[in-house]
């Protein structure tokens, strides 16, 4: 088996176990995430996946984000039931209006490249609030699926860069 065929299957497994052990500690209600911040990453997920895949035009490596953008819609439909709504905060709506912006962007230039790019910014800003909600409680997410996923992307960009084409957008890999 070729090394990024198996690198993409261990970060796809990593990944499908984050979600269940996150999906668990929703169930069981060990963790109260906020559901503002889950749906602007079901949409921040839908234009991630469909840029990155348009711009790389390579299965392999946009294998996790159509994999994480499936397993965040589940755990999505588990949020939205289990957990508590709260009011959207200064950077997410900063984030919709960058995901507005990006699709704007494909839209009239007719590049993914650039779309997927700005979708970076919107990510490196999604993550402020849950970081706010667990300094505030630290039982509010769990560290463990958190982890998880850092290592899967990790194994991804590796995909990304035993098939590299020399385009350095597609290291903008979220």
């Avoid at 588990?78 to 494909?106: D, H, L, M, N, Q």
């Amino acid at each position: 088996m070729r090394i990024d065929v198996l690198l993409t299957i261990i970060g796809a497994t990593i990944h499908i176990y984050a979600y269940y052990l996150y999906n668990r500690s929703l169930l069981n209600k060990t963790s109260d995430p906020n559901i503002a911040t889950w749906i602007l990453w079901v949409f921040l997920g839908i234009l991630n996946c469909a840029s990155y895949f348009s711009m790389s035009r390579d299965f392999l490596k946009s294998a996790l984000t159509i994999l994480s953008l499936t397993a965040r819609v589940v755990t999505f439909g588990f949020v939205i039931t289990k957990c508590k709504w709260k009011k959207f905060t200064i950077p997410e709506y900063a984030i919709c209006v960058i995901c507005i912006i990006s699709g704007i962007v494909w839209y009239i230039f007719q590049r993914a490249n650039y779309a997927n790019l700005i979708l970076q910014i919107a990510y490196a800003i999604s993550i402020i609030p849950t970081i706010l909600h667990v300094l505030k409680d630290r039982k509010n997410e769990k560290f463990l699926p958190w982890f998880l996923w850092s290592c899967g992307h990790t194994l991804a960009i590796a995909v990304i860069f035993i098939r590299w084409a020399g385009r350095y957008e597609e290291l903008a890999f979220s």
